[in-house]
């Protein structure tokens, strides 16, 4: 439990520069590919033109012959063993489906062969001269073709680990059953039933995946990698590969985004064994085409979402159905479905029956992965959709509604514990919870009394606002692990050991606030290393919310631990009591006012009576994952000439717990809410006739850029959490999850549409509006 | 991938021209290189860098405006000139052009000669009736909606100029574009041009672009405007006349069929607008 | 063929390629600040000061550079003083990833250069060229405001 009182923060709490920040801002060379080394080869890869088929034959000779050409990579030449690329904690819950090459392809742009040579120029022309002659298959583009009677295997090997049934292409399969929902139906006055689709969508990092690998001097093999998952990389590849783990260092520098599509291991194996095989350095990074059409994307689903609640507004049964499109192979296919029904069901914990029932399945199209909100960012459309029409059909404002039936402090939720991520999950009380007041100040912001229902004209534009209330998680109970040491040195300094990815998130930063508070020294005097598997101890990597609360904890007491070592060695210098002495101003203190600097006792446990280095590791496997919550209201105006929908204002209220670094934890939220909204008005990967992504470039598949960023008030509701490092909940996923919804909301509070297709295109809105006024005549 | 052995940089349009035609088909005249960079057919060996060539704008004795090819987009926004050229149209509708970034780099010449379908400046300069200028060892004239059209007509001229005519007593023009992001081409975009004569329409220009094909003028608009007052009534009647004759179809921005209510949607807010600005012609 | 550049108030000579462009010449020459995002002219992340003039450095022939005067992000910092620029996005908490920084600040430096008072809206459009994934452009937008203020002499805080 956590004994930190924001009222004596020093350093927490406080918007401080993030410490890479400079480096940043000057243009250092901190990222994978500004390392350059002598000889390096550049890696290319041939991906497949068809969306399934055999290959029958690959004839690289010509490539080979080609002067510069060091080596190429097909199924002929590459250890065959099945894996997963998901980067997952051990034994990861996603299938053993993917080899390196294969003589089978599963999508337009998977794996065919690799070339390494001494420039990109050389690498691509070799790859044009490699011949390979297909076998095409017929190809399942769509969830329906997948599960349709007959339809082809795209995974009919045998030795394939992992998937739920594989002759009927279904990944993962989920149930889950609270109660009896038909009897909660039929206690109902008022039922909804509502059906939606999300569409495919990429996190388009600005950086996108590359990996430079080398050999020491020792002849380990070092990936310098821009990933998520070090630790998990460091294995999967030794598994791939087939060499010992210890042989293999991974290090993240610095790295340019990742959202979720690094948190795979995509790249690293190929670089990896053109490096063992040549002995030289290799560089591969994915072109922005490679990254949309062959990496990892959103997971597109159709869920349905059925409410029942009696006239009061108390919610009677959920029901949730959802099916999710996981592509050529099944990374975290398994989990964001159950994400989907684990991070939604349970916020609406007053109904008392539920069911939760999903299939992830399996088609000749771009893989899906872990992507920022991870199925919640899907399930929370229909479902906030459908709280929004019921309170419609109840006379209800839609607050109100929420507000009879969210969970609140004290209380739990059978799904908790019966869904977690792939398994069961862990039972949780919520023991911080500010979503009335979020819902409070985020509706007062707004203007919610004033606006709702006023469908304000002026011209073509019709105004509406919309609310959507949602919850997230802070890290995989029982199953994360964070860790971090911490040394000190003669001058009061500390180097920080953290294992913690930061993608550009700040946590090398908040985590050195953690330990400084506790250390009582400035921020400055904090010296951080992360991700590097040589020197770091363990952390499961940036993903699941897990960072601030999980790799926080494992901070916070591995400070303490060297705190208690500090108190040690200063206890007999000043003369007092170990558990009397506090850190602070860079100096211990007695009781009394007698005070040593931090420097003076490190000297003294360095240099003179029993000498001992002031270090200490510790880690955090939490037992909990008391989530972080989110009110979201929006302002929009639709034009109904033309169908085009403008944000005017969105206020996002959030209960973090305490917010570590003020300026960070918004600029989490105001990221994730613009990608959000890009999500949800712009953002569509169009998938051709033969499987092929249409539009794989930035500059037609539109991302958010300055000229589209509406009104945006973050609001940080600050609550306390006990279990949490300093009151800390995690924050980097939620706010993704917010735009769908509450836009859609909204549009139908200006339009009285509801709209069931993401994005909300001009076109499609337009589309519906005249469908609702034909409908009307 | 490209097989560039030879980049040059004429300091004439006469020295250019000759290189041209020396190389043939292997040799590409180059501005600011937005499209060149991004691909280079294969036969293709020789860049001619005319950028620093024809880089001035001037008015005209007539008070019409020539514009050189090697002016890039974001001079000619910011040449006082254009802001004084028919209320500014120019530079509105360069705002709305890709980026500033891109902007910075791309020629008025190289626009042209790209003629991509998707192009705001080409719309424009044909509602605006702009004269292009080519240098094939001697200068010769053409409309641009001739040379969009038929580009291979003019293949291995050099693009020199853009002269627009000088703007009638009583005149307006306005351009719509509807997007999807803010930094986005169009899914269809507008340019209309109204000249005045004794509070009717004596010259009209309506050209609609990215249909997503290149930009055309819409006679049966224009026809139904000539001789007209500019009112709603007629307004509304040529919004609908063109979703009726937009040559719209599907490509993966927007439906022919959509595209087909941005056209009226376009044609109305850009006729709208220069009635407004014009008091209605009268 | 030979290039004469100046970079960051260097002279610099470079052997290129006809058909090598400008953002992979930089970086090849060490000026890693330079990223590359997309290669095609849509992320702005390459941006750099062309004679003065913030372009897409992927899109530049580096024979048209022969001439040039070029500023990268590593140019812009006098010493240990930062630019206002930079400070100021460091200040308003614009820079996540960083990844995308280069870029900004670049454009930021053209933009504030020829209007030193923009409004919110010519922030917007002089900076849509430069995608961001991380900060949803809020503090960005921020921190152009600051750097105008500390350029005309002010406070960033205001």
């Given at each position: 439990m956590s004994e930190y009182a924001r009222e004596d923060f020093a350093v927490v709490g406080k918007s401080e520069r993030k410490v890479d920040g400079r480096a940043l801002v000057t243009g250092k060379p901190a990222f994978v590919a500004d390392l350059d080394l002598p000889n390096t080869l550049h890696v290319k890869i041939l991906g497949s033109p068809h969306a399934h088929a055999r290959i029958l034959s690959i004839d690289t000779r010509d490539a080979e012959g080609m002067p510069g050409v060091a080596c190429v990579l097909t199924h002929q030449n590459t250890p065959p063993t099945r894996h997963t690329t998901a980067g997952q904690g051990y034994p990861e819950p996603s299938p053993y489906d993917t080899r390196m090459f294969e003589d089978r392809v599963r999508f337009v742009g998977d794996r065919v062969a690799a070339v390494a040579a001494e420039t990109e120029a050389l690498a691509e022309e070799a790859i044009a001269a490699i011949r390979v002659e297909y076998e095409e298959l017929p190809a399942v583009l769509s969830i329906d073709e997948a599960l349709a009677e007959g339809a082809p295997r795209i995974h009919p090997e045998e030795d394939s680990t992992g998937i739920?049934?594989?002759?009927?292409?279904?990944?993962?399969?989920?149930?889950?059953?609270?109660?009896?929902?038909?009897?909660?139906?039929?206690?109902?006055?008022?039922?909804?039933?509502?059906?939606c689709e999300t569409q495919y969508a990429q996190h388009t990092p600005i950086e996108?995946?590359?990996?430079?690998?080398?050999?020491?001097?020792?002849?380990?093999?070092?990936?310098?990698?821009?990933?998520?998952?070090?630790?998990?990389?460091?294995?999967?590849?030794?598994g791939t590969l087939g060499i010992p783990m210890q042989r293999i260092r991974v290090i993240k520098p610095r790295i340019g985004g990742g959202f979720g599509t690094k948190q795979e291991v995509l790249i690293e194996d190929l670089a990896g064994l053109v490096t063992l095989r040549t002995g030289r350095p290799a560089l591969l990074s994915l072109t922005r085409k490679e990254e949309f059409a062959a990496s990892r994307t959103r997971h597109p689903m159709r869920i349905r979402v059925k409410l029942g609640a009696t006239k009061d507004g108390m919610l009677q049964a959920i029901e949730m159905e959802a099916i999710?499109?996981?592509?050529?192979?099944?990374?975290?296919?398994?989990?964001?479905?159950?994400?989907?029904?684990?991070?939604t069901l349970p916020l609406y914990n007053k109904a008392p029956n539920a069911h939760f029932y999903g299939q992830a399945v399996y088609t000749n199209l771009p893989v899906g992965g872990a992507y920022r909100g991870y199925g919640a960012t899907q399930g929370y459309f229909p479902l906030e959709t459908a709280m929004d029409e019921l309170a419609d059909r109840l006379g209800m404002d839609p607050i109100d509604l929420r507000s009879k039936n969210h969970i609140r402090v004290g209380e739990g939720s059978p799904i908790f514990e019966k869904l977690g991520e792939g398994r069961e999950g862990v039972s949780q009380t919520i023991k911080s919870c500010e979503l009335p007041r979020c819902i409070e100040v985020g509706a007062e912001r707004i203007g919610w009394a004033e606006k709702r229902g006023q469908k304000r004209r002026d011209g073509e534009w019709v105004r509406g606002v919309g609310m959507s209330i949602m919850m997230q998680g802070s890290g995989i109970p029982l199953i994360d692990m964070g860790a971090a040491t911490i040394k000190m040195n003669e001058d009061g300094s500390f180097n920080l050991l953290i294992g913690a990815t930061d993608l550009g998130t700040g946590s090398d930063t908040i985590l050195a606030q953690i330990a400084a508070e506790v250390l009582g020294v400035p921020l400055e005097r904090m010296l951080v290393t992360s991700s590097d598997t040589d020197f770091t101890p363990f952390d499961v990597g940036a993903y699941a919310s897990s960072t601030t609360y999980v790799s926080g904890m494992a901070v916070q007491r591995a400070a303490e631990k060297v705190r208690d070592q500090i108190r040690a060695v200063a206890a007999p210098l000043l003369e007092a009591e170990?558990?009397?002495?506090?850190?602070?101003?860079?100096?211990?203190?007695?009781?009394?006012?007698?005070?040593?600097s931090l420097a003076r006792v490190c000297e003294r446990a360095m240099y003179e009576t029993n000498q001992f280095q002031i270090a200490a590791t510790a880690s955090c496997v939490p037992t909990e994952s008391p989530p972080p919550f989110l009110a979201n209201f929006a302002e929009v105006a639709v034009s109904t000439e033309t169908g085009l929908v403008k944000v005017l204002h969105y206020v996002a209220a959030v209960d973090c717990g305490v917010a570590?670094?003020?300026?960070?934890?918004?600029?989490?939220?105001?990221?994730?809410?613009v990608n959000g909204i890009g999500y949800a008005l712009s953002e569509e990967?169009?998938?051709?006739?033969?499987?092929?992504?249409?539009?794989?470039?930035?500059?037609?598949?539109?991302?958010?850029?300055?000229?589209?960023?509406?009104?945006?008030?973050?609001?940080?509701?600050?609550?306390?959490?006990?279990?949490?490092?300093?009151?800390?909940k995690s924050v980097g996923e939620i706010g993704i999850n917010g735009p769908i919804p509450t836009i859609a909301n909204a549009i139908h509070d200006a339009i009285g549409v509801r709209m069931t297709h993401t994005p909300f295109t001009p076109e499609r809105v337009l589309k519906a509006l005249m469908e609702k006024t034909e409908s009307n005549d | 991938m490209a097989n560039l052995e030879k980049y040059i940089r004429p300091t004439s349009l006469e020295e250019a021209w000759q290189a041209l035609r020396e190389a043939g088909a292997s040799a590409r005249p180059i501005g600011g290189g937005v499209d060149?960079?991004?691909?280079?057919?294969?036969?293709?060996?020789?860049?001619?860098?005319?950028?620093?060539?024809?880089?001035?704008?001037?008015?005209?004795?007539?008070?019409?405006?020539?514009?050189?090819?090697?002016?890039?987009?974001?001079?000619?926004?910011?040449?006082?000139?254009?802001?004084?050229?028919?209320?500014g149209i120019l530079v509105e509708v360069l705002r709305k052009v890709a980026s500033p970034l891109l902007r910075n780099l791309a020629t008025v010449g190289g626009t042209l000669a790209s003629a991509h379908p998707w192009s705001d400046v080409i719309p424009m300069f044909i509602a605006l009736g702009a004269e292009i200028e080519l240098y094939e060892g001697e200068t010769c004239a053409t409309a641009l909606e001739d040379l969009v059209a038929d580009r291979a007509a003019a293949a291995g001229a050099l693009i020199s100029r853009v002269r627009l005519p000088a703007p009638a007593g009583r005149a307006g023009a306005a351009f719509?574009?509807?997007?999807?992001?803010?930094?986005?081409?169009?899914?269809?975009?507008?340019?209309?041009?109204?000249?005045?004569?004794?509070?009717?329409?004596?010259?009209?220009?309506?050209?609609?672009?990215?249909?997503?094909?290149?930009?055309?003028?819409?006679?049966?608009?224009?026809?139904?405007?000539?001789?007209?007052?500019?009112?709603?009534?007629?307004?509304?009647?040529?919004?609908?006349?063109?979703?009726?004759?937009?040559?719209?179809?599907?490509?993966?921005?927007?439906?022919?069929?959509?595209?087909?209510?941005?056209?009226?949607?376009?044609?109305?807010?850009?006729?709208?607008?220069?009635?407004?600005?014009?008091?209605g012609g009268a | 063929m030979r290039i004469h550049v100046t970079i960051n108030r260097e002279r610099k000579a470079f052997d290129v390629d006809p058909g090598d462009k400008l953002l992979d010449v930089l970086r090849r020459e060490g000026y890693m600040g330079v990223k590359k995002g997309c290669g095609t002219g849509d992320c702005g992340a390459c941006a750099v000061l062309f004679n003065g003039r913030a372009m897409n450095s992927c899109l530049i022939f580096a024979a048209k550079a022969d001439g040039a005067e070029i500023v990268t992000v590593e140019g812009l910092a006098n010493g240990e003083r930062l630019h206002p620029v930079q400070e100021a996005f460091l200040r308003s908490g614009a820079v996540q990833c960083g990844y995308c920084t280069p870029g900004m600040v670049i454009s930021t430096v053209d933009l504030l250069s020829r209007n030193p008072d923009p409004t919110e809206d010519e922030i917007r459009e002089g900076l849509s060229g430069n995608l961001c994934r991380c900060t949803g452009y809020v503090k960005q937008l921020d921190a152009v405001k600051a750097a105008a203020r500390l350029m005309k002499g002010g406070d960033a805080d205001v």
């Open positions: 739920y049934d594989p002759s009927r292409n279904i990944v993962a399969d989920v149930d889950i059953d609270v109660g009896d929902v038909e009897a909660g139906f039929a206690a109902s006055d008022e039922i909804v039933e509502f059906t996108t995946h590359v990996v430079l690998s080398y050999l020491d001097n020792d002849e380990r093999l070092v990936l310098r990698s821009s990933t998520q998952v070090p630790f998990h990389v460091r294995r999967i590849v030794a999710s499109n996981t592509g050529g192979y099944g990374s975290h296919g398994l989990t964001v479905l159950a994400n989907t029904g684990s991070k170990t558990e009397s002495l506090e850190l602070r101003e860079e100096a211990v203190f007695a009781p009394d006012g007698k005070t040593a570590i670094n003020p300026q960070l934890a918004e600029g989490q939220m105001e990221g994730a809410l990967m169009l998938i051709s006739s033969r499987g092929r992504v249409r539009n794989p470039s930035l500059f037609s598949y539109k991302i958010p850029g300055m000229l589209d960023v509406p009104k945006l008030d973050v609001i940080l509701v600050e609550s306390y959490e006990p279990t949490g490092p300093m009151g800390a | 060149l960079a991004l691909f280079v057919p294969r036969e293709v060996t020789t860049l001619v860098d005319v950028s620093a060539l024809s880089s001035e704008c001037s008015v005209r004795t007539d008070g019409g405006l020539d514009i050189g090819a090697g002016v890039t987009l974001t001079e000619l926004a910011e040449y006082d000139g254009a802001a004084n050229y028919l209320g719509e574009k509807f997007i999807r992001t803010g930094f986005d081409v169009g899914m269809l975009n507008c340019a209309c041009y109204v000249a005045f004569e004794d509070g009717r329409c004596s010259t009209v220009r309506v050209a609609l672009g990215g249909t997503p094909d290149m930009a055309k003028r819409v006679g049966d608009v224009e026809a139904l405007l000539d001789g007209q007052p500019l009112d709603e009534r007629t307004i509304n009647e040529a919004a609908k006349r063109a979703s009726e004759t937009v040559p719209a179809r599907d490509d993966q921005r927007a439906s022919g069929e959509y595209r087909r209510i941005l056209a009226a949607a376009g044609v109305r807010r850009c006729l709208t607008r220069i009635a407004a600005e014009n008091g | -």
